[in-house]
């Protein structure tokens, strides 16, 4: 939790600075980094006490090369003077949490146990957007539940339409009608 909350200072912080554009390949670029945080070597290194924190921030300084980007360098020199360059990851996660809020665009999940089409998940991705005023995208997912459950974390959305469920409200409505 505190990672989080120090990650999302940062992301802020890159949120006032940069562009859309430049926002979308920070995004880019800091999920490539936080790949290399589940490589079992990479973070035997990052932990290391042995390396000093200067290699450590050249290291990640040289896997970002690429982007010939200042703004990328510097923030990657301040994590390291810090002793935070393990909140890349963290960094990643709220940097394309926010830039999905801005876009207010967001990607979600429905689980079923019958297979869908394609064409279903977009006509329910489109019509829950319509909805939330988004654009969703659904990817399906199979799951044992008797019934059908979308989720959409960027927004907090949560639908859960069960067999049992429904069926014990319609009897629960048949009662009260009786």
Same mark, same amino acid.
Request: hydrophobic share 45%; glycine share 6%.
């Given at each position: ?19 859309? !554009? ?15 945080? /589940? ?12 390396? @000093? !924190? /200067?290699?450590?921030?050249?290291? +990640?300084?040289?896997?970002? @090369?690429?982007?010939?980007? /200042? ?5 990657? %020199?301040?994590?390291? $003077?810090?002793?935070?360059? &393990?909140? +890349? &990851?963290?960094? @990643?996660? $709220? ?5 999905? *809020?801005? %876009? #207010?665009?967001?990607?979600? !999940? ?6 869908? *089409?394609?064409?279903? +998940? *977009? ?13 969703? /995208?659904?990817?399906?997912? &199979? ?5 059908? #459950? ?7 959305? $949560? ?11 319609? !009897? $629960? ?6």
């Amino acid at each position: 939790m505190k990672h989080e909350m120090i990650a999302k200072r940062y992301v802020q912080s890159l949120v006032g600075v940069l562009d859309s !554009t430049s926002l979308d390949n920070t995004s880019e670029l800091f999920t490539l980094l936080a790949t290399a945080f /589940s490589d079992d070597k990479f973070i035997q290194i990052m932990n290391s006490n042995d390396i @000093a !924190t /200067s290699a450590k921030t050249a290291l +990640i300084l040289g896997m970002v @090369a690429n982007a010939q980007s /200042s703004d990328i360098n510097n923030l990657i %020199k301040l994590l390291g $003077e810090n002793g935070r360059l &393990p909140l +890349i &990851p963290a960094i @990643a996660k $709220e940097l394309k949490r926010q830039i999905s *809020d801005i %876009k #207010r665009v967001y990607s979600g !999940t429905i689980y079923s146990s019958s297979t869908m *089409d394609q064409s279903s +998940i *977009d006509g329910i991705a489109r019509d829950l957007g319509n909805k939330m005023g988004a654009t969703i /995208s659904l990817a399906f997912a &199979p799951s044992a539940t008797n019934g059908v #459950r979308i989720v959409v974390d960027g927004l907090n959305v $949560e639908i859960d339409f069960s067999k049992s469920r429904l069926n014990a409200q319609i !009897t $629960e409505h048949i009662l009260k009608a009786i």
